[in-house]
Each structure stands twice: as structure tokens, then as C-alpha cells.
């Protein structure tokens, strides 16, 4: 590890001890390599599988073919489909929570009575399991028949809707939409209570009424924290996975079928490892665009 | 009634309103673990009813509830140990002798969150496969402790620092090596901050709804996995299913309520506190 | 005994060179006082004493033994910090104990240190208290108590008095004094007070910008600085300074030009100096008088009563403002006009370079050790 210029290089140059760095780095070795196994040994070898042909059933007939596979990807509909379908679902996801968060901690940033509990009721659906929450949607609330959603249609007269077999992406999205609205609104909850009193004193004092304080002192100041909330969300909504695995397994054909779940239904329903890791590789290339912006906003906000 | 109290009670109003709608479904489910199976799936659903426990009973009497229960347990709390024993020692280092490199290994701990699973889930489960670690426990701890690894190290770096340097360095004035400084000042010193980041990591690692469903089975799985399971339930099952996951949840429930600033810490990386 | 000895040190922080090659000694039972401007590495120094930094170049000497990498905790030292540092989550007992229970000390023995610290200190009533529910001196206090009950070879002290309210600070100065006093106890103290530094040390070290710019008694100091910059940081309020030339150069005086044609003789030694070059007068406020007869005359802009003395703000005929000290009784209002006169025994040469001129004169006082030290260099 090197730290740059070498000041004994330089004329007349005042010699500097180095010894303390040296003494820590024994502390920092298990997770900095750990982490370090954990992020290239998996890669390397997804990367490694995508050019082969190798399928886990039939283990024996292994080889090299190039970019085979990827070809066989992107030539895929079902890939079209699943990017579309990933694109859709945390689009969908993200507006509305994004939209009813801020709404929401604006909302909750007033005093009520009973605030407290509220909130907690509020946030609630964040702890629960993914699998449990899609049960939950999908056996209680939107079951065709003995659902709650079918019962409150039919007694206002209408149609009842078999969300999971007419709809299944919009219901995929509605059940993560509700796990993550408490998200994102304890996240600009806690940014709009963090915005200095004076400063809507100050604006009442110039007579701003609620909507241009909404819009001229709140928005504002709520950027960063929406950006942070859009990017950590699009990180783990990239990889929604649960919901769909309990519910319609990306059904009907590939209805509901994202990204993730095309990627694993190749790995562990058709074992086909060369496939799978092919379309590995593109979901981390994908994930890694979002990262990268991700990683340049953090680096300007962290102290260290 | 004043301008004020009215709009106080406004607020009210439309707070509990959402409050309650969002958490309706939640409340539904508990609900219907309390009715038999056959009022849990009847038309129209009712609110009103005799309570049982027939359900929860049922569901303890299937041993297996609670093997999923305890691997669940044994999980979350062992990878988040596991975590912390290697996360202190590392942020130790980097938040009292923090080098120009620091802020760049910090950085790059954190970007290994954002690989997404699927993207390594074949050599893993091939790996995994091999090695026999398929449906075993320890192998899923693994897995776990290093996927909140980078988290439980930013947290702890975070409220590492908020601890005064001085206060360690009149420890070594007083005759403190290493070992005194992190045992007799800064653990006692930084004990919130480790509870709310283990908080935060047995509830990621309970909630975890990826490898647990791809790498176990009915030996190693936890209540994640066991759930999941009744994804075809036979409609007599609902009632019992709901008794299930309420336990499932319940736990988690009560330490989101307890741990609800340092999620916003730990899930936004500090950008938000 | 406990001496230090710092030899040629040197200290950066990455490129910047914070020290550059500082060289004294300390004698045992001497109280040092390291001052200078925020930034001069006054601490920085005082850590590299303690072992909190580490050396760059150059060595650390305490009592003869070589400390450059002896760690902090192995030194023999004992710190009082700026801001206490205690232990939050310890009783004032338990933050004083620590060492000693690091040390493996038995608890009777730990009790009875811990004890006497507190009589010394007045903290007895204090010994159960969290330092959460201490006031700032009783802090103060503990921090220092902490530091006693070590018995170091050698106390270091970093800006103690600066977080406290004034009335708080002069008490603890005479603590401090009667303190090193009772301990006969080698002190090293670092502030950027020159008033503490001048009725606390024995010997003080005078910094700017990494380097020593003079080191003596503080009478040493007062009476003979070596240049400006030590003519200016000693003495408050500060001495006044004055742009002007040689008219004459004698052999035990130069005469310098004032403006309105007066002229002042000080009893320098000439040395390189011819008339015409360019020095610097300097004259301490309480070292000017009002003087009917003087020609150089000015107004007087502010009047600043502390009731027991007075300083007066004089603009002279030529712009320069000159501060002098005068008796609380005097009715001197703003606005009149009066005389400037020099006490010149007591006046200040410095050349071009802004070095001090050798006074022709030793000031008695400034040879006195402040303290009779028994046993050590004597007086």
C-alpha cells in the first residue's frame, strides 16, 4: 500500500515516520478480506460460468462457447419482457412511494394527537417479511374469492378482479409499494424534522401560506433526502425477488416476471448455470449504474 | 373550537386515517388468526367474532414451527455477533487511526451492498453445493454476516467517532494499551450505538427474503423460508397460516418500533440521521 | 528526578511541518509554560512529550532515558486536558482510580491515593458524582486529581484554564501555583495566555509557527525579549511599537528621531547600527508618562477606567497610536491634549530585522529564579 509521493525523494526533504498505519491493519484485515472474497470470488466465477455451456443437470457436458450465452439472452423474449417488467415495477414503486411519502411526512410532522402511535402503525409494514406480506395480499386482501378486495367489490356491485391472474405486476407492485412507503416516508420524516424552525418562522413572517411553504421551503430541502430514498430504493427494488417467488412465481408465463426472477428460474428450475450467470452479469452491470451515482452522492456526504 | 385545535384535529383525523389504512392488512391477518379456519375464509368477512387460540396451539404443536423459529433466532442473532466481532476491531482502526485510504475503504465496504444476489446466486449455490453447506445453518451465516457486514461497519463507524478522542487519550495517559482502551472506555462508551446496530442487523437478517429462500430447505430454513412454503395454501389453512406469521413478525415488529432512528441511519448510510 | 530533554524535534502532519526543529531542557521541579498564538505547535509539541504523536525526526529525552518509542501508556506522565476528558460513564472516584486499576494496584492502596487526591483537591464530597453533574472548575479538578494520583514523573497540562470563566481561572491559577508548590513536581503547561504563562512558569518558551522565539524567566522575558515578536506577545496591554531612525549612535546609547522633532536616547549598544537605519522603538504603556514639557504631543481618543488604573489611547501628531498606563486617579478625560514622555531606561531597540538591540543594563529581576528551589541549579 502505498500513500503517494515519497517525501524523502524531494531535496532537503524532512523525513516522516510511517509506523502507525502498519499497526491497525491487522484490525482491519478479516473484514477487508472477507468482504474481498465475498465481491470478486462470486463474480469471477459468474463471470467465468456465462462463458460456458453448463447445465446442472447434465454436469458432463461442459465447455467453453463464448459469449453463446449471452447471445442466447439477449435474443431471449423473455429477457425483453423481464427488463420491461423490472423497469415497470420500480418505476411504479418509486413514484408512488416517493409521491405519498412526502405527502405522508408532511403530514406527520404536525402535531396531532396520538402522533406517536400513528407513526408506529405507519411504519409497521417495513418489518414484516417479504413472505409474509405477499401472503398477506395475496390470500387475505386480493383473493378472488374469500379475499377481502372481492368482498368489498362485489357489495358496491362490481366486478371482482383476480389480481394475481389479470394483474399480477400491478399487484406485485401494489404489495411493495406497501412494504416500502414506510421507508420512505421515516426518511423524509426525519429530513423535514431536521429543517430549522427558524427558517419557516421566517417564512410565515413573509407571509407564506402553506402551499408556497410547501413548495419554496419544504421541496427543497427534501432534494438530498429523495435523492438518498430513490437510490437505495431502485438498489433493492432492482432485486425484488420474495414477492414475486410467493405469489405468481412470474406468472402467468412471464407476466410478472423481473429481472432477478428470470435470472433464478434459469438457475434453479432449469439449472442451466451458463444462462443463468449470463444474465447474472447483466443484472450486476445494471445494478452497477445505479451504484456508481449512488457512490458519488455518498462520497460527498460522508465524513471521515 | 380555535383556528388551531381545528387544525390540530384535521391533522388527526387524516393521520389515523392513513395510519390505519396502512396498517390495516397487518391487522387484518392478526385478526384472522384469532377465527377458526372456517370463519376465516367466510362471506362476508367479519370483524366481529368469537376469539380463539385454536389456531396458535395448532401451530406449536407442529414441532416444526419451531425449528424454523429457532433457525430464524439462531440467524439473525449469530451472523449479527459474527458481524460485530469483526466489525469492531476494523472500525476501531479506521475511526481512531484513520488514514487517507479510510474514507475510499469505507466507501468500497459499502459499495459491496449493492451487488444485487441474483447476480452471484449461481456460483454461490454451486459453491454452497459443494461444500455442503446446502440446507445447512452455519452456511447461511455466513452469508448473512457478510451481507450486513458493510452496514453493522458504517453504523459502528458512525458512532465510533462520537465518541471524544480525547477521552481515549487520557486513557492512555493513564496507562491503557489497546486492549484497555476498547474494554474499559470505548465499548462501555458506545454501547447504544452496538445495540442499535445489532437492532438493525437481526432485523435485516430476519426479514431476509433471498438466500434464505434459495440455500435452505426444512433442516436450515427459517421462518422465512417456512412461510413461503404455504404459498398454494388449501383454503382451510388461512387461519393457522395467520397465527404463524403473526408470530413470525411480532418480534421483528416490536424491534422496528425500538429501532426506527437508526434505521434511517443505517439504510440511508449516514446520509440521512 | 524528572528532567526532559527535547533535542532538535521535528514533527509533520503529512507535508506540512508543524515543528521545525525545537530544542530545551527541563529541569526537575520546574514549571515550564509553553505559549504562543493559536497554531505555533505549542500542543502539538506538548503531545509529542506525552506520546500522543509521534516524532517525526529528532528525540525525546525524559530523565536520560530516550522515550521516542515508548508508548504513551508506558511514559510515566500524567495529562490534564483541555476539555477534562473524563470518563462519562465513571464516578469522579472510579475516573481518579483508573490508573491505578490499570496498574493492578490493590483497592485499599487505590482508595487511599484516591483519598488524598480528593483532600488536596477538595473533592471529597464530589467522590460518588458522575462528571455529568460537576460544574466546570469541579472538572477541573477531577481532570487534575486524576493526574495526581499517578505521581508522574512529569505533569502535562493542555490549555486547562481555557474553558473556564474568568473569576475561575485567576483562582485556579494560585491553585496551580500552590499546587507545584506542595507536589515539588516537574510542570509542563500550554497556553496561549501570556498572563498565566507570566505568573505560573518558572521558565517559559515562547513559539511561533513551529519554532522557540525566546525562552527564559518570565522577568528575563518581560525585561529583555529578543525580538518584536516577543516584545509584543509578553506584557498586556502590549508595548507600543514605533517605525523610526538613528539620528546618533553613542557608546552606551542610540538616539532615535520622534516625530514633532523630539528625539529619545536609549541605552543600547550601538552595535552595527549608523544613523539613518531603520529600527523599531518600543515602550511598554506603563513605561510612558504625561509630560508637560514634552514636544511630542497628541490627543487622547479613548480613556479605558479599571478603577486601580488607566489606559489611555494617544494619537500622535503623525497618526501613530501609543497606549499608556496611568494612576486610577488621574482625571484625564478623552479628547485633551497632552505631552508624551519616556522613561528611557526602560525603552526598547530593535533593528531592521526586528531583533532586540543588548540593553546596556541587565535588569536586576530578570536573573531571579521565581521559586527557591532546593537542591536544584541555585539562584
Redesign the interface.
Known sequence: MTTGASTLSAPGAVPVVRRARDKTFALKLPSIGLLLVWSIVPLVMTLWYSLQRYNLLSPGERGFVGFDNYTFLLTDPGLATAIWNTLLLVGSVLVVTIAAGTLLAVLFDQEFFGRGVARVLLIAPFFVMPTVSALIWKNLLMHPVNGLFAFLLKSVGLQTIDWFADLPLTAIAIIVAWQWLPFATLILLTAIQALDPERKEAARMDGAGPISMFVFIILPHLGRAISVVIMIELLFLLSIFAEIFVTTSGGPGNASTNLPFLIYRYALLDFDVGGASAGGVLAIVLANIVAIFLMRFLSRTIEA | MNRALT???I??V???G???L??F??F??VL?SFKTEIEA?S???RLFFQPTLENYVAVQQRANYFSYAWNSLYLSFGSTIVALV??V??T???AF???????D???W????K??????????????FRDLHLLDVREGLLIVYA?IN??IV?WMLFSFF?EV?R??L?????????AR?ELF??LL??ALPGIASTSLLAI?LS??E??WS??LTASQAGP???F??S??S?E?LF?AK??AA?TM??AP??V???MS??Q??RG??????? | MATVKIENVRKSFGQVEIIKGVSLGIEDREFVVFVGPSGCGKSTLLRLIAGLEEISSGDVFIDGERMNDVPAAKRGLAMVFQSYALYPHMTVADNMAFSLRLARVPKTERDRKVHEAARILQLEPLLARKPKELSGGQRQRVAIGRAIVRNPKVFLFDEPLSNLDAALRVQMRVELTRLHDDLKATMIYVTHDQVEAMTLADKIVVLQAGGIEQLGSPLELFHHPRNLFVAGFIGSPKMNFLRTTVTAVGSSAVSVALPAGASVEVPVEGGSLRPGSAVTLGVRPEHLLTSESSKLRGEVLVVERLGGTTYVHVRIEGGEMFVLQVDGENPIRMHDLVGLGFATEHCHLFDEAGLALQRSLRHPMADQKTRDRRGATGA
Do not use: C
Open positions: 387544525r390540530k384535529w391533522w388527526t387524516l393521520a389515523w392513513v395510519a390505519l396502512v396498517f392488512p397487518i387484518w391477518m384472522t375464509v362471506t362476508p368477512p469483526i466489525a476491531p476494523a476501531y482502526a479506521m487511526f484513520p488514514t487517507r485510504r479510510t474514507k475503504t469505507l466507501l465496504m459499502l459499495s459491496t449493492f451487488m444485487p444476489p441474483v447476480g452471484v446466486l449461481v456460483p454461490i449455490y454451486i459453491i457478510l457486514l458493510p461497519v467517532k471524544p480525547e477521552i487519550e487520557a486513557g492512555r495517559m493513564d496507562g491503557a494499551v484497555d474499559h472506555l462501555p462508551l432485523i430476519w426479514n427474503a433471498f429462500l434459495n421462518l422465512t423460508f412461510i413461503a404455504f404459498s395454501p383454503g388461512w397460516l395467520s406469521s413470525a413478525i421483528i415488529l424491534f422496528g418500533w426506527q432512528r434505521l434511517v439504510l440511508t448510510f449516514g446520509a440521512v440521521k
